[in-house]
């Protein structure tokens, strides 16, 4: 596809990005942009994250850091997208902030199908956060580890050592938190 053509069709994906309710930012980046840092990764494994070694799209069953910056290497763009969602239950915040990474879980997927139509054949899409297809990982315990979900489940921008808050500053995004919202970051690799 020629480089103008590619850069209207990743229009076209941005243009479909802010249909979604509750997506607050949807804009191209260059992928030399993307942080990657082995200090996430790290967190991942010693910080106690819940998750690590329990799904299959979290580490160690994900590429490795190194693996993953050579594959990002064969990307020049992506989509980044933000949804927002509101808080209403601060003392039991976890279960709504887990329904609005699924929002965008959909959101990314649907994304990244659409940028195959488009004629990105290469097109990847990452989530923030953990998997949340499934409570437990049903897969992760069978003697083939195989997620149930193979078609639809992606890997966090985490996982793969995107320094997602450096990431965004660089972009000119002001990430803030706050008790009343939650904000999920997913991108969409084009190529």
């Known amino acids: 596809m020629e480089l103008l053509t590619e850069m ?10 802010s249909t979604f309710d509750n ?9 030399r942009d993307i942080i990657v840092d082995e200090r996430v990764r790290y967190q991942c494994a010693y910080s106690g994250c819940r998750e690590y070694g329990r799904k299959l799209m979290c580490p160690p069953y ?14 020049y763009m992506a989509l ?7 808080i209403t239950n601060k ?3 976890e279960p709504e902030s887990d329904r609005w990474a699924l929002k965008l879980h959909d959101v990314v997927y649907q994304l990244e199908n659409k940028a195959f139509g488009l004629g990105f ?6 989530i923030g956060g953990s998997c949340k297809l499934c ?18 489940a992606r890997p966090s921008m985490e ?20 008790p009343d919202k939650v904000t999920w970051t997913g991108f969409v690799l084009l190529s």
């Open 8 to 17: 209207e069709k990743a229009k076209e994906l941005v243009n479909a990005a």
């Open 23 to 31: 997506v607050k930012l949807a804009k191209l980046i260059h992928t």
């Open 62 to 75: 994900t590429l490795s850091v190194d693996e993953f910056k050579k594959v990002l290497s064969r990307y």
């Open 80 to 86: 980044l997208v933000q949804l927002e969602g509101e």
């Open 91 to 93: 003392a039991n915040w």
């Open 121 to 126: 054949p290469f097109a990847a899409a990452l």
């Open 135 to 152: 409570k437990e990982c049903p897969g992760i315990n069978s003697p083939n580890p195989i997620c149930v979900h193979r078609e639809k």
């Open 159 to 178: 996982a793969m050592g995107v320094d997602v808050l450096k990431t965004c500053s660089n972009m000119g995004i002001n990430m803030e938190f706050s």
